[in-house]
């Protein structure tokens, strides 16, 4: 006998189990600590459990949740012997000169994608310093669930070079390096010989996904290695193609070119400026104007107002990636406040990358929804407690007019009767909406990052691009059918993602091969392959 319970239980059985136990506890946090063990215990029928319930797991095993799990990671690490496959690895400062042993000490040898942070700005909550692994192990599962990577493939890491989070450094329990963050050259030196390790041991192609690292690195790295290694950058990059994708589909309720609006974002940051990159690009791509002309329609505000050539002649210092959108204005125009920059530049699309919740406020939504029929109001900060505003508060405030997109997720919204208003779509708009429900899309790097992956391990590409972003962005945008535009959500349901992931891995493949990054033979037929190539839980049956 094999010494396990005589009755075989299939495993579509066994995860209904999961799910039943998973609806009994009292809180999101229990539910994630119950999936960690699942994880540990018996991959496959963690990565069932998800991938059959996508919209029920995923907020519980990635945002918003692992948010609070990063919060709490030291107190409820249960610390395991050695490196595994579910707890992920730690490259610590005193690692200098032996990172490549370090990564030796990982299960896995064929390793082919990477997910790494430094912790320094995990989703909109800050410095969470080594707690920050929650977000490399929960991209990582999402790579798996989503677009089918192989588990036996992916390395979740975290380079820890210290903290500067006060509670992390009081902390008994807190399981990282006890010291302020290093800044110097040590930094930039323990990054390059990671790089360059996970280059030597597995190879040119194996991709490694930047994440939640802070703006004066994200930036820095990006630059530094996008040109040389197969890497992105997903808060600046996954971020941007998502939600250009969403404004390209909104193009069916608004009846709004993405040429043809005006773009103000609350948020200057690695996901502002991204986004704001990817869609003067995709207008130059459209158009043939240049990128820089492109930019004339986009405004940032950061943390002290409108970005603007006026506080460059001043004398202040701007970071460098908020440099191509300090635009001239009218000096006497009023720019102190969002509500003022509203009306000052009327823009068509909001976009939230603050981190900092109620920033769009009635009167902001309001005015927006007075300025035009179908505003775009996207509160992408994440995790929830950090959304700019929720979706009930910018439908309502918007008489139900508004499109409206989160990075969390929000539970779909019935509006009164006497609250909405029916000038839902305009003349260009293939169909009007009439009904009082919507169902707020999730505009989060979820949709694309996985399917991006796919497609670039698959061909083996060496490279990631701009241009992939771009073509899983339009992908993506397709993949947005009437049926979700007529509830006013500008994404595929996410029940759909695993066939989603498979259209951006094959169109962001094809790209490979046209660029020449690719390493693996054209396959003929390339979906088939990419799809024979997607790991499917079984439960070893
Ligand atoms: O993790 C997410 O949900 C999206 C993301 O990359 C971030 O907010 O940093
Ligand atoms: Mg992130």
Redesign the pocket.
């Known amino acids: 006998g094999t010494g396990l319970p005589s009755s075989d239980i299939p495993l579509k059985l066994q995860s209904s189990r999961v799910l039943s136990n998973l609806r009994d506890k009292s809180s999101d946090l229990e539910k994630y600590i119950y999936l960690r063990g699942i994880a540990e215990s018996n991959e496959d029928l963690y990565f069932a459990t998800l991938v059959n319930n996508v919209e029920e797991v995923m907020p519980i095993v990635?945002?918003p949740t692992v948010g609070q799990a990063c919060q709490k990671f030291s107190q409820i690490y249960t610390a395991p012997l050695s490196p595994s496959r579910s707890s992920g690895l730690f490259v610590n400062l005193a690692d200098l000169g032996s990172v490549a042993a370090v990564l030796d000490t990982y299960p896995s040898k064929d390793v082919k994608c990477i997910v790494v942070t430094d912790g320094e700005r995990i989703?909109?909550l800050g410095d969470q310093g080594a707690n920050g692994m929650g977000?490399p192990i929960g991209?990582l599962a999402l790579y798996c669930a989503c677009a089918g990577i192989d588990p036996k493939t992916v390395l979740p890491i975290v380079v820890d070079v210290g903290t500067n989070n006060e509670d992390n450094l009081k902390d008994e329990h807190y399981i990282g390096l006890r010291r302020k963050r290093e800044r110097g050259e040590k930094y930039d030196q323990l990054i390059d010989e990671l790089v360059e390790a996970v280059k030597e041991k597995y190879g040119e192609s194996c991709l490694i996904q930047f994440?939640?690292f802070g703006n004066s690195n994200a930036f820095r790295i990006l630059e530094k290695y996008q040109e040389t290694s197969c890497c992105f950058n997903?808060?600046i990059q996954?971020?941007a193609s998502v939600v250009l994708a969403g404004i390209i589909a909104s193009k069916g309720i608004t009846g709004v070119d993405l040429k043809d609006h005006r773009f103000l974002f609350l948020g200057a940051g690695e996901a502002g400026v991204g986004i704001a990159n990817l869609i003067a690009y995709a207008i130059s791509d459209e158009t043939g104007c240049s990128v820089d002309e492109a930019r004339k329609q986009i405004h940032l505000v950061d943390s002290k107002g409108l970005v603007s050539e006026a506080r460059v002649k001043s004398g202040e210092k701007l970071a460098h990636h908020k440099l191509p959108y300090t635009h001239p204005i009218c000096t006497d125009a009023p720019t102190s406040t969002l509500l003022d920059c509203v009306n000052t530049l009327n823009p068509t699309a909001l976009i939230g990358v603050s981190a900092i919740p109620n920033t769009f406020t009635q009167e902001v939504v309001e005015q927006m929804a007075n300025n035009h029929a179908n505003p775009l109001i996207f509160a992408l900060s994440?995790p929830t407690s950090k959304a700019e505003c929720t979706a009930e508060q910018a439908y309502n405030w918007s008489g139900g007019r508004c499109v409206f997109a989160s990075?969390?997720p929000f539970a779909k919204v019935e509006l009164s009767k006497e609250n909405i208003q029916t000038t839902w779509g305009t003349k260009n708009a293939p169909f009007r909406h009439r009904s009082n429900v919507r169902i707020p899309g999730q505009g989060?790097?979820?949709y694309v990052f996985p399917g991006i992956g796919l497609g670039v391990i698959a061909s083996g590409a060496t490279r990631v691009s701009d241009k992939d972003m771009l073509i899983a962005a339009r992908t993506l945008a397709k993949e947005c059918k009437s049926s979700d535009l007529c509830n006013g959500s500008v994404y595929p349901p996410l029940s759909s993602i695993r066939d989603v992931s498979l259209k951006i891995a094959t169109a962001v493949a094809e790209n490979a091969y046209e660029e020449g990054t690719a390493t693996v033979d054209r396959p003929k037929n390339l979906q088939s392959y990419i799809q024979s190539t997607m790991y499917h839980p079984t439960g070893g049956k």
């Open positions: 990635y945002t989703l909109g977000i991209k994440e939640d997903d808060d996954g971020t994440n990075g969390s989060n790097n979820a």
